[in-house]
């Protein structure tokens, strides 16, 4: 099957007819802890000598410089879920953007969310619990819902953050099923709402070069990749619980390895997978999900994706060669400290402070643009029907199976 693009936002107007729209990897913009923004000055220079060349210059070059001199009011957001990578990261990394600011929760403790209010500066008024989240319709400091929550109950609040009007954005897996997936795609299209997901590694200058070198063949096509992702799971919690978590380790972390072996196949769909459980080491956790994984990923152009997962062993790497050369990343996904190589020495990238900072300031920058997000629904529903894939092939014993796209 063809490559996967973001597809054609509908929620508002796309780019004018006949522009070219220059879709996934090339339409992020450098995050600004790469790159210097350009000085006011220049970019007023720039914008007047466009304003020469077209009817109307003077009220555009004023219109330019008066939003050069008013800071962008920044987009409100609101938590869904209030555990572990809300409180400590996304709630830090809200601190760090130049275009989103924290206004709300949704928590199913309100002393808790009392707390976040009193500590994070935002109203008790905009506090809500899960039954009344529907009233954040009627909460003009809330621009964006952020859902995260245990993955099987992303869609409902996909779809009750659609309904109230505002964007959301939904943490991976998007969805548990493919069904589910749909249909909170397709809430989000009917409100005229735009939704993206908790991928932050699209942002990361390590995962971001990863792209570049798939799109540009540096090392010729990447036919040949090896990944795994996992940690020890400690104790049963609601990741091993199939009603909560969809899955198991697939579901949390193999998913990265899945999202990984399509950048490398610079943005292609797998056509086929095969995959074996593990052994259950632990049954007193795992009786309901897998304890780990391996699964192979074939793509239509020959290359082919040897990949892990586990909820037994710490690991975290991605490699992809061509014939021309290879990439290595390890780590390969954590929020930080990843570190890079290819065949040519050491990964032209560097860390970044936040990659969640980047990826709600990249959202609020296309709601701001009326843009298309680079990690929009649609990829999460790619990414379920990979997923369904190998939890299909386990299944059936490791038998070969087609994705269903
Ligand atoms: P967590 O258990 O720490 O937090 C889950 C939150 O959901 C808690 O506040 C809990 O009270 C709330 N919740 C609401 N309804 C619940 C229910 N019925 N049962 C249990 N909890 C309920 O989990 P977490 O680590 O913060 O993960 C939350 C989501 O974020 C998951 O989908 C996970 O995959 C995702 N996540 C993403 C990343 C990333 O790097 N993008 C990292 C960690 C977690």
């Not at 074939?298 to 061509?322: D, H, P, Q, V």
Request: hydrophobic share 40%; glycine share 10%; proline share 5%.
């Amino acid at each position: 099957m063809g490559r996967w693009r973001p597809p054609r936002v509908e929620w508002c107007q796309g780019p004018k007819a006949g522009s070219a729209w220059r879709g996934g990897f090339a339409n992020l913009r450098p995050p600004l802890a790469m790159k210097k923004p350009l000085p006011v000055s220049a970019l007023l220079s720039r914008r007047r000598f466009v304003g020469q060349l077209t009817a109307g210059a003077a009220a555009l070059t004023f219109s330019l410089r008066a939003r050069a001199q008013t800071p962008e009011k920044k987009l409100g957001v609101a938590i869904v879920g209030l555990g572990n990578y809300a409180t400590n990261q996304i709630a830090p990394a809200l601190q760090l953007t130049q275009r989103c600011r924290l206004t709300g929760v949704v928590t199913g403790s309100p002393a808790k969310g009392r707390q976040w209010a009193s500590q994070r500066g935002f109203s008790e008024q905009n506090i809500y619990s899960y039954e009344t989240m529907a009233r954040i319709a009627d909460n003009p400091e809330i621009d964006i819902v952020y859902v995260i929550t245990p993955n099987a109950l992303h869609a409902e609040g996909v779809i009750a953050a659609a309904k109230a009007g505002k964007h959301v954005i939904s943490e991976k897996p998007f969805t548990t099923s493919v069904a589910d997936a749909e249909q909170a795609i397709a809430a989000c299209r009917e409100a005229g709402v735009m939704l993206s997901l908790g991928y932050r590694l699209h942002f990361d200058p390590f995962h971001r070069e990863l792209k570049r070198i798939a799109r540009e063949r540096d090392f010729g096509e990447l036919t040949t990749m090896t990944g795994s992702n996992g940690f020890r799971m400690a104790k049963k919690v609601w990741r091993a619980e199939r009603h909560l978590a969809g899955g198991g380790p697939l579901m949390d972390m193999g998913i990265y390895c899945v999202q990984a072996a399509c950048m490398a196949a610079d943005g292609a769909t797998p056509v086929a997978v095969t995959a074996r459980e593990h052994p259950k080491t632990r049954p007193e956790i795992f009786e309901d999900v897998e304890e780990g994984l391996d699964w192979t990923m074939e793509f239509a152009s020959g290359a082919r994706a040897e990949l892990s997962t586990s909820y037994s062993a710490n690991t975290g790497r991605f490699r992809a060669e061509g014939a021309k050369g290879w990439v290595s990343l390890e780590p390969a996904f954590g929020y930080s400290g990843l570190k890079g190589e290819t065949s040519r020495g050491p990964m032209n990238a560097f860390g970044v402070r936040s990659q969640q900072a980047l990826q709600l300031d990249d959202f609020a920058r296309c709601i701001r643009e009326k843009s298309p997000t680079i990690v929009p629904g649609e990829m999460g529903l790619r990414d379920m029907k990979i997923i369904t894939a190998i939890y299909a092939s386990a299944a059936a014993g490791g038998k070969r199976t087609l994705v269903k796209t």
